[in-house]
């Protein structure tokens, strides 16, 4: 069951569509809510340190105090509309360091909730989830910036490759595949099979023990198309409100990489994706 969950607010002004979105999910599903915001802290390497006055590193603080604040406010408003008492954690560091403690943090939650990093604004959403995704050892939800729909979890697409990390998003996320009334397991047909990979037909067979029935289909993208332009098209066609797949990628000296179909669904995303490593 999933009871304790952790969001990352957004930190400054505007909407924070994962904060809306982690306070429907926990009111729906009965659960803790922790939201965690972070004072961000200007990473001056020592050989520039004299470059910056002290008080402008103390305005840039003062100001990155303010932006956490907004969101803590904008996240109580929420919690307190939905009848929770949501709980508040503050996060001091760098982009990178505040990341690395809320990997670390999200450990014992059963769900973290992230915003969708925005190309066009500066922020630290795509460290933060990388960060949760892969040193947590937790899944976790990222929701698109355009969402304005509360949680649900009524029609679920799964994006079945076989490999370890899509199993285990499947596991992961069986608490909310209690809630669905489709769960529909699509297989993208690339021409590329990975070795030991599981058939989407076991797949359905596994959670047809479990009580809940699958329909399994199996797509071809189209000329010009590639997995992602697939799933999304899928998305749209069948009203899904989730997306549950693994999440891909790998660890260079710490700095962990997403893969490409899994940054290419991160970056076009239109609904909530749950992701598990």
Do not use: C
């Not at 996240?75 to 982009?95: H, I, N, Y």
């Not at 947590?136 to 509360?150: D, F, M, N, T």
């Not at 021409?191 to 359905?204: M, R």
């Amino acid at each position: 069951m999933i009871k304790d969950i952790l969001v990352s607010l957004r930190v400054g002004e505007g909407v924070d569509t994962a904060a809306d979105y982690a306070v429907s999910a926990a009111a729906e599903l009965g659960a803790h809510l922790t939201g965690v915001a972070v004072t961000y802290e200007i990473d001056v390497p020592p050989v520039y340190t004299e470059a910056f006055s002290t008080d402008f590193l103390e305005a840039q603080r003062a100001e990155s105090q303010r932006l956490a604040q907004i969101a803590i406010d904008h996240f109580g408003e929420a919690a307190r509309s939905m009848g929770l008492s949501g709980e508040v954690r503050k996060v001091d560091g760098t982009p990178g360091g505040a990341a690395e403690q809320i990997g670390v943090m999200a450990r014992l939650y059963d769900l973290a909730i992230v915003n969708q990093s925005d190309a066009d604004r500066m922020g630290a959403e795509e460290v933060i989830t990388e960060a949760v995704l892969f040193d947590s050892g937790r899944p976790v939800i990222i929701v698109p910036r355009s969402q304005s729909k509360p949680f649900s979890a009524k029609r679920v697409l799964v994006a079945w490759d076989g490999g370890r990390a899509a199993a285990r998003a499947v596991s992961e996320a069986r608490p909310l595949l209690v809630h669905a009334d489709l769960v529909e397991a699509v297989v993208v047909e690339t021409g590329k099979k990975k070795a030991n990979a599981l058939p989407g037909a076991d797949l359905a067979r596994h959670l047809a023990r479990h009580e809940k029935t699958v329909e399994l289909r199996s797509l071809v993208p189209a000329s010009g198309e590639n997995v992602v332009d697939v799933l999304l098209k899928e998305v749209a066609a069948r009203d899904i409100d989730m997306v549950i797949m693994g999440g891909y990628g790998h660890s260079r000296l710490r700095e962990f990489v997403l893969g490409g179909v899994t940054r290419d669904v991160l970056d076009r995303m239109t609904v909530p994706v749950f992701l598990a490593h």
